[in-house]
């Protein structure tokens, strides 16, 4: 006799002949049941929930009994002791599939396994007596390693501390979380069964801090915040920053304590939002560049700000959070990516980890575009060699006149028509707008430049007739929008001033990209990708257009936003990206640029624009 | 043409072929000199010191200036670059000689191979150029790799903070120490060649403190330090101080701050002693009974004071030192040995560990003499069966009227003349008496059991006439010194309750040994070893005569006195003999001798003496 039998959610199902086992029906049907003890009863890893069907079934063995407890209740079964007795169906729980059936996919849409850091288990133990006097840890250890197979797991003193009164409170029924680093570490013990694992992904950008919330059991980002970097209070860029760590007694603490009390409120808001205990929260990974790094751990900055601008330490950091005074289990691990050299960061690296592109067959630049840009070109074949240039803050906004972090009301992208010079905006939120931010800049310049208001030279050409081109108090500008269309009360206007800075930076980043190709023989790259946190996807066309990339085709420029946050949670979701990271960081080639004889040349070269139709 | 070469200290020597290089001659004539670089100049290993016939030596190679440094001046050359050239002697360093020639003994004469857990690295560094940017850490790391083959070392975040000073300060010519747990870590870095590496051992007593500072490097106990335990203050024993825990809300914390404080007096003390920082201490041992082990931790000690006994831990545990807040240096690792049960602790481990007893080929019974003493049975093919007995503080001058501990004045060993009853003794610092310990109430009970005043019965035999039998205020009692001969304005008496305390405690010890013997079908011991901080080595003529063992032949009885001290400084010596501990700890059969149906009556029918001659 056979019987229907459902798996839920995979949308296997199937007839199977009565008697055999749901572990045995879910192998037939192809649903990838976890079991470790090979169908004995005694790993506890195939449970399922029977939704449908029930009451034909036998009653709960001893082994289930001893292994689910209280969740029998919940109708949960083991698979391996459970017999097809009628039609069922049953919900597989995420945790009861076996690693390789939970993948993930990355930013450019390739699959990876699920394989966080840490782990949840739970234990129903039995209370001591004296005929099995067992120490409270040992009793945890050994339930462990007999029903999971975990082995070697250590148990710091902040846990050994608070774990009799744990146990005790949690009647003998805890779920506890393991952090697998260098060696199993048990960090945190919970009351009764518990469902979810969460992870924190940090971006420190220089400007901006982003807090991603994991959920490490389905890979999902369930919370995300944002803030301006309070250390922007002791300077808006690094070298400020910096030299206030050097200078003031205190600063370089000031400093640290001002990023720590920023993530810890995001992480808090994050938390709240999602319905989750933040001391509770099993790890964290952060990326940033090298000053960000080493200003959040509160290390020297002194030789990092000059020649030859020694790190501290570029590989990966694992810290505890308590020690870092993050909110998040103290005895969480914080995983800091590698840095590479003192201005190109572990944001880059988490960009290239992020887009997959250092995997490409043929050769490919990706550009993070910042205050401190970093360019990488790289291919299977080629390997990584990047280098880092001072691109100038206008591609975020800074020193241009309207410039403006990518906040509501910035204007985004824009248009200018060829015939009229009016000017047709997108500004973030719809709003009217305050200003402009990177991707609307970049397309401005662009579009003057095609429509003839700007020349090649960078200069404006102010014979044309035109109302929005005019003499400004000090340069010549041309205006973006009329004051009765802002949020203003004047003219969002672009100056010649303006124009120069957006000239400097795509210099410097074209700069940066030929001295690549140049040392490595490469004459034309087949794909650009354009990373950075410029709030807003950047026009690839306006990049070609203004000379920014080394190459003529739009459609071989892919714009990514914020990799470097995604990278972030990719290494939080994966022990293997993690090592990737690692690895790879170590095999970036760093170029210093000031040290090539022909930069200043090849940097004033590259200060025009490209020629219309050239 | 052969010339004379000679090894010092290790008086070898013999002709070697001119040419040949000292770490040829060196293996021609059997000193086994590390090399792991197989005499490439590459890995520093094979450093010596020619302390005669320099003159004739080539100048150092280019290999030599690189790893030697300084150190070419005090006359250091590798051995492998130097070639013999005419007659030479040199001194060879202990850190030069290959791992298995460095061999200590253990207490009971045996072997084992010097392997500490903390080593010492000097490396000379490039300092950063534009070129080799290449950050502090990594710098370090590497030269740790490519110098002596260390990898995978991690660098914690304390020492990253203060890493980049530290090279700097030093002139990048640093010595650092790694210690190698669970993984290598890096924990300390000095300035210079630093010659020794240094480590504390401890044996937290009920009653006392003993603290041995050891030289990692030559494996000698350097100093050493003694107190009564500060937690003394909150009672004299185990079951008191675990009620003040339990009771008071700061009682745990109160009685963890007093170890720690005295422990760090006594680490004071004895670095001071020896001329050591105490902050470049860079690990500890530690082993105490399991109340003391919880105390130290600042544990739970509620479960372990009642029924089933539970501990919160019993495995070793591997803490920092700065967590602790012991004054060593703060990332030192805090070994301590595992404990068996809630009354066997790892006191009685490390005594199995220092008398090596548990390998004897026939039936050894271990007794460690305390409050709580710790009985173990065992042999090569029997195993380890232990129990603990509650044997009262009689055997550590407690609840004894002239009682004391093993201090200065006291009464450490007597013996009774059989004609005119007169007693002759010894105390300790040969000094008038103040008491009697443990060592002496033992003598006493035995001697006066000898010459019939005690009878096997354990009551004074009143009708005997003798001036120094009285009867007292309460009880009958001995005179065993007249106050004028003593420190004190009284007579130093025994009194029949002090002799009833004595029973009880021997009664105990015998009878925890008798079941463990029934438990194995063991019907003759062929050893006993008596072990406990007792202050004086106990007199085993003396424990056989009033029954304390199973045993008639005082030869097969052996009294070691502190071995527990001995084996924490032995598993600071050797990471073989910390895991041979964790190992054997965790095969020890523990029984709970309350569970024994047959034990109170074993116990009345040992209360007695054994008759004469019988």
Redesign the interface.
């Known amino acids: 006799m056979k019987y229907a039998v459902k798996f839920h959610p995979l949308h296997k199902s199937g007839r199977i002949e009565e008697g055999k086992t749901l572990l045995e029906a879910a192998r037939e049907l192809g649903v990838a049941l976890r079991s470790e003890c090979g169908g004995k009863g005694i790993c506890g890893k195939c449970q399922v929930v029977v939704e449908a069907g029930n009451k034909g079934l036998p009653p709960a063995t001893k082994a289930e009994r001893g292994i689910l407890g209280d969740k029998l209740e919940a109708k949960y079964r083991l698979a391996c002791r459970t017999p097809v007795s009628g039609p069922i169906q049953v919900l597989v729980p995420q945790e009861s599939l076996a690693e390789e059936a939970v993948i993930l996919t990355d930013g450019e849409g390739a699959p990876f396994n699920l394989e966080p850091a840490v782990e949840q288990y739970h234990l129903k133990l039995a209370a001591?007596?004296?005929?099995?006097?067992?120490?409270?840890?040992?009793r945890v250890?050994q339930s462990l390693e007999r029903i999971y197979a975990l082995k070697d797991v250590?148990?710091?003193?902040a846990v050994?501390?608070s774990?009799?009164?744990r146990l005790r409170q949690a009647g003998w029924d805890v779920t506890v979380t393991i952090w697998q680093g260098?060696?199993r570490e048990l960090i945190d013990v919970q009351p009764g069964y518990v469902a979810g694992t969460y992870g924190i992904a940090v971006d420190i950008g220089t400007t901006t801090l982003v807090v991603y919330l994991v959920n490490l059991v389905s890979g999902d980002v369930v919370a995300t915040e944002s803030m301006v970097n309070p250390q922007a209070a002791y300077g808006a860029d690094v070298i400020t920053r910096m030299a206030h760590a050097v200078k003031e007694a205190e600063g370089k603490e000031q400093l640290r304590q001002a990023v720590v009390s920023g993530l810890n409120q995001l992480i808090r808001q994050a938390c709240a939002r999602a319905g989750v205990e933040a001391k509770h929260v099993a790890e964290m990974t952060i990326v940033g560049n090298t000053v960000m790094h080493h200003l959040f751990?509160?290390?020297?900055t002194?030789?990092l700000g000059r020649?030859?601008?020694?790190?501290?330490?570029?590989?990966p950091?694992?810290?505890k959070a308590g020690?870092?005074g993050l909110v998040i289990n103290p005895l969480g691990n914080v995983h800091l990516l590698p840095?590479v050299?003192?201005f190109w960061g572990s944001d880059a690296v988490s960009d290239l980890i992020a887009t997959n592109c250092y995997r490409d067959r043929q050769a490919t630049l990706l550009i993070d575009i910042g205050t401190n840009g970093e360019v990488v070109l790289g291919s299977e074949s080629l390997g990584l060699t990047a280098c880092s240039v001072a691109a100038g803050p206008a591609f975020e906004g800074g020193h241009i006149q309207f410039g403006m972090n990518a906040s509501r009301g910035a204007i985004e992208h824009l248009r200018v028509d060829s015939a009229t010079y009016d000017v047709h905006y997108e500004t973030i939120g719809g709003i009217p707008p305050k200003g402009i931010c990177g991707s609307g800049i970049l397309d401005a310049v662009a579009e003057m430049l095609r429509v003839g208001i700007v020349l090649p030279s960078g200069r404006m050409d102010t014979s044309i007739q035109c109302q929005r081109l005019r003499q400004g108090a000090e340069w010549p500008e041309f205006v973006l929008v009329w004051a009765e269309n802002t949020a203003l009360e004047e003219d969002i206007v672009l100056t010649q001033k303006d124009i120069r800075e957006v000239q400097m930076g795509k210099a410097a980043f074209r700069v940066g990209a030929q001295i690549l190709m140049q040392q490595k023989g490469v004459k034309q790259v087949e794909k650009v990708v354009l990373a950075g946190a410029f709030g807003s996807y950047l026009n690839p066309k306006s990049a070609v257009a203004i000379g920014m990339v080394p190459l003529d085709n739009p459609e071989k420029v892919i714009s990514v936003g914020n990799a470097a946050g995604r990278g972030a949670c990719l290494v939080l979701l994966s022990k293997s990206k993690r090592a990737e990271a690692a690895n790879m960081a170590g095999r970036v080639n760093?170029l210093?640029l000031?040290?090539q004889p022909d930069f200043n040349t090849a940097f004033v070269n590259e200060i025009a624009f490209p020629k219309k139709d050239s």
């Open positions: 001591p007596s004296l005929s099995h006097p067992l120490a409270d840890a040992e250890l250590s148990i710091p003193g050994l501390s774990l009799p009164a260098r060696h751990l509160g290390l020297e002194r030789f020649a030859p601008f020694t790190p501290v330490v570029h590989g950091c694992d810290l020690d870092l840095n050299a003192g760093y210093e000031t040290l």
